[in-house]
């Protein structure tokens, strides 16, 4: 009743009641809402983030085995010194026959790792490898920078069609692959293991493809991360280019040697090194 009296009252005397405080109205989003939505989008973000720095890195990064078992260091007991030096991208014209020269005359026997191209280009040099009592590996047939982004089939088929190169030129088949760039993926790990392939990678680079490049650089860097076991990546060719100068690595390499001897190393080929049959 007090409502109705107060109703009729007012309508009487003309008398309004004192301001009655606000009602506050809820929106139907509320901000935890907003809030979980924004820490949803931003906690995707983080993870795509996160794996596409893992793919990346196991990717790229020579001794990274995401994708599957890989060869970046010689397989060594108690601290052995012994080290191998390979070579990629050749044969590849004087460049390589310089090596060559200098190896000789340091006794040293190493491991390249040739294209298909390079071998039909040069197949005396190939030969000559071989004679003097260093390995071969496979290092697809174009070095192609896309090879790491083609199907298992396509990747097996470069491979083997650099295998059949060698093959017609020294009657062996290299079953040790370097992928060009260091780059991998889990297509091709999977594709070439299957089919017998050992990946073999670095652990002790530096830019020395590069005529950018000095050789004090280049001696100082492979010194560096120089350790028992080390598998040293150089290169006596340039990917797919032809007569790109490999001036600053000749007039490194002898020192490279040199200073390593002094060190108390010994250098192997690399089957040795991570007990491998170089061939099939």
Avoid: C
Avoid at 251 to 261: F, S, V
Wanted: charged share 25%; net charge positive.
């Amino acid at each position: 009743m007090s409502g109705l009296y107060k109703f009729f009252g007012m309508s009487a005397y003309e008398k309004t009641f004192s301001a009655q405080k606000p009602i506050r109205v809820v929106p139907s989003h509320s901000p935890k809402r907003s809030f979980s939505l924004k820490k949803y989008f931003v906690t995707s973000a983080v993870s795509v983030a996160i794996s596409r720095a893992i793919i990346l890195h196991g990717a790229i990064v020579p001794t990274a085995r995401i994708f599957g078992v890989t060869v970046s260091h010689g397989r060594i007991n108690n601290n052995e010194k012994i080290a191998a030096l390979t070579f990629d991208d050749g044969p590849y014209g004087e460049a390589t026959k310089r090596i060559l020269d200098i190896l000789k005359e340091k006794n040293i026997h190493a491991t390249f790792f040739v294209t298909g191209e390079n071998v039909q280009r040069y197949p005396e040099i190939l030969r000559g490898e071989l004679i003097a009592g260093h390995i071969v590996g496979n290092h697809s047939f174009n070095h192609s920078k896309t090879l790491v982004l083609r199907s298992a089939h396509k990747i097996k088929n470069n491979v083997l069609q650099t295998n059949h190169a060698i093959f017609k030129i020294a009657k062996l088949h290299p079953r040790l692959f370097r992928p060009p760039y260091g780059l991998k993926s889990p297509f091709m790990i999977g594709a070439l293991k299957k089919i017998g392939y050992t990946i073999v990678l670095w652990d002790d680079a530096t830019k020395d493809w590069s005529a950018k490049k000095s050789p004090e650089t280049i001696t100082k860097q492979i010194l560096k991360r120089l350790k028992p076991g080390t598998i040293i990546d150089l290169h006596d060719g340039r990917d797919a280019h032809r007569k790109f100068p490999r001036q600053n690595l000749i007039a490194a390499l002898p020192g490279i040697i040199d200073r390593i001897h002094q060190q108390g190393y010994t250098f192997v080929t690399l089957d040795k090194l991570i007990k491998e049959k170089p061939y099939f």
